[in-house]
C-alpha cells in the first residue's frame, strides 16, 4: 500500500527565512504532485514533477524529485507572509488507475 | 467561471437524513474524482470517473455512499442515513486526461455537518 509521509506537519517560520518541507512515498510513483490549500479553499496545484531529477521553481518555492530515494522537497526561498497555507504532496497510485495519494499536509504558518 | 464548480459549500443535516452533494467539472474534462477530506487531513479519495462510467469506487467508505455521473458531465455524490462521522469536506476534482500529465483540478469543496 503506497503510503505518503511529509514533514514537518507544522511549521511556524519568520519572514525572509528559508525552509524546506519533505515528501517521502514508499512505493515507485511516475509521478508526484504539490499543492497549497488555504483555509476554506480549494487545493491549488502548484506543481507536477514527472522524472527523477526534475526541478521546478515558481517565484519563492522550488520543488525536486529523487525517485530513486523516494522523496520529493519544497523549498522556500526569503518567505512571506502571503505563503502561508497548509501544502500537500501527492502520489501517483502505482496501480496505474489515476488515483493519487495525498500526504497529510505542512501547514505553514509565516510570521510578519 | 471556468473552473471546477461544488455545490451547495455548506450542508448542515440530521443524523440519518439523505444529502446530496453535486460537482460541475471543468468543460471538457474527462476524469472526475471526489474525495473526503477530514479536519487536518489530506483528501482521502473515494470515487473516480472516466466519462460516464465510474471506473473505481474502492474509497467509498459503506454502501451508504453512492456517486454517479449519468452523461459524463456533471456528478452527485449521495450519502443516504447520514452518521456523524460522515462529517468532512467533500471535494470533487477533474482533469482533462491523466495520460497528458496534467493535475487535477479541484472545487472549494462542500463542508458537510451531521448532527
Known amino acids: 500500500e503506497l503510503k505518503v509521509e511529509q514533514n514537518p506537519l507544522f511549521l511556524s517560520m519568520q519572514e525572509g527565512k528559508n525552509y524546506t518541507i519533505y515528501c517521502n512515498y514508499s512505493?515507485?510513483?511516475?509521478?508526484l504532485y504539490w499543492y497549497r490549500q488555504d483555509p476554506g479553499k480549494s487545493l491549488e496545484s502548484l506543481f507536477v514533477?514527472?522524472?527523477?531529477?526534475a526541478v521546478k521553481q515558481e517565484g519563492r518555492l522550488m520543488a525536486s524529485l529523487d525517485t530513486k530515494a523516494r522523496l520529493s522537497t519544497l523549498h522556500i526561498t526569503a518567505a512571506v507572509h502571503d505563503l502561508s497555507a497548509t501544502y500537500f504532496c501527492?502520489?501517483?497510485?502505482?496501480?496505474?488507475?489515476?488515483?493519487?495519494?495525498f500526504g497529510k499536509g505542512t501547514r505553514l504558518h509565516i510570521l510578519p | 467561471g471556468a473552473g471546477v464548480s461544488q455545490s451547495p459549500r455548506y450542508k448542515v443535516a440530521k443524523r440519518g437524513q439523505d444529502v446530496a452533494l453535486r460537482c460541475d467539472p471543468i468543460s471538457g474534462h474527462v476524469s472526475l474524482f471526489w474525495y473526503q477530506q477530514a479536519l487536518g487531513q489530506g483528501p482521502e479519495f473515494l470515487t473516480y470517473?472516466?466519462?460516464?462510467?465510474?471506473?473505481?469506487k474502492s474509497g467509498l467508505p459503506s454502501d451508504r455512499f453512492f456517486a454517479e455521473r449519468p452523461e459524463g458531465s456533471v456528478s452527485t455524490l449521495k450519502i443516504q442515513r447520514t452518521q456523524q462521522e460522515d462529517s468532512a469536506v467533500y471535494l470533487c476534482a477533474s482533469s482533462l486526461s491523466p495520460a497528458l500529465n496534467q493535475p487535477q483540478h479541484f472545487g472549494d469543496g462542500t463542508r458537510l455537518s451531521i448532527l
Open positions: 512505493t515507485t510513483s511516475d509521478r
Open positions: 470517473f472516466q466519462n460516464e462510467a465510474q471506473l473505481d
Open positions: 501527492a502520489v501517483d497510485s502505482p496501480n496505474r488507475d489515476d488515483k493519487i495519494i
Open positions: 514533477l514527472l522524472s527523477n531529477g
